[in-house]
Antibody
């Protein structure tokens, strides 16, 4: 069975850094299109980042230059390094797998981890 | 970014009803349009991909249609578990979601 489990969220001050992880089972991170999607309370989901099977990465405009997505095949974990955090980064962060061959059709999701940026 | 606008933002209906939610893109996106269902406190769940393709395991009462800029999600014969929030998502360019349609029990 496919399972994705996020961790690493919490309360952080503006300007701080946080690293989220997404432990994966049932497939290998490097063989999938893996994404981070976030959702602020009461708002629509917002795509954050993707890492392609070949390792190429892409970011949404609001996080480009501050966030970095990466994967560890040995541990089978996806990461999101978040730097220079802002209040508007407050959200539940989900990792999501793209449907085979389609990076942005999110067919498997984790349960999410809450990041709160506040002083 | 391509803007996605759903209508209505909320909808009241009864078990057994047929409802339609529409989604409009700010520019043409052929059929690069997906639909998700989200229940409170849970992650979104993919229902329909590429405008009209039912994801495996999703009940056949869900259907999608449209192309270009205008799309629709129809649920025929609402069940109690269908009362949730629905989002459209375009994947023609960097993915963006509609603002959501909350489907409530009348």
């Amino acid at each position: 069975d496919v399972q994705l489990v996020e961790a690493g969220g919490g309360l952080i001050q503006p300007g701080g850094s946080l690293r989220l992880s997404c432990a994966v089972s049932g497939f290998t991170v490097s063989t999938a299109y893996m994404n981070w999607v976030r959702q602020a309370p009461g708002r629509r989901p917002e795509w954050v980042s993707v890492i392609y099977r070949g390792g190429a990465t892409h970011y949404g405009d609001s996080v480009r230059g501050r966030f970095t997505i990466s994967g560890d095949d040995l541990k089978n974990v996806l990461y999101l390094q978040m730097n220079s955090l802002r209040v508007e980064d407050t959200a539940v962060y989900f990792c999501a797998r793209g449907r085979d061959g389609f990076p942005y059709q999110f067919d498997d999701w984790g349960q999410g981890t809450l990041v709160t940026v506040s002083s | 970014d391509i803007q996605m606008t759903q209508s209505p933002s909320s909808l009241s209906a009864s078990v057994g009803d047929r409802i339609t939610i529409t989604c409009r893109a700010s520019q043409r996106i052929p059929t690069y349009l997906n639909w998700y269902q989200q229940r409170p406190g849970k992650a979104p769940n993919l229902l329909i991909y590429e405008a009209s393709n039912l994801r495996s395991g999703v009940p056949s009462r869900f259907s999608g249609s449209g192309s270009g800029t205008d799309f629709a999600l129809t649920i025929t014969g609402l069940q109690p578990e269908d009362f949730a929030t629905y989002y459209c998502q375009q994947t023609y360019s960097s993915p963006t979601f509609g603002q959501g349609t909350k489907l409530e029990i009348k």
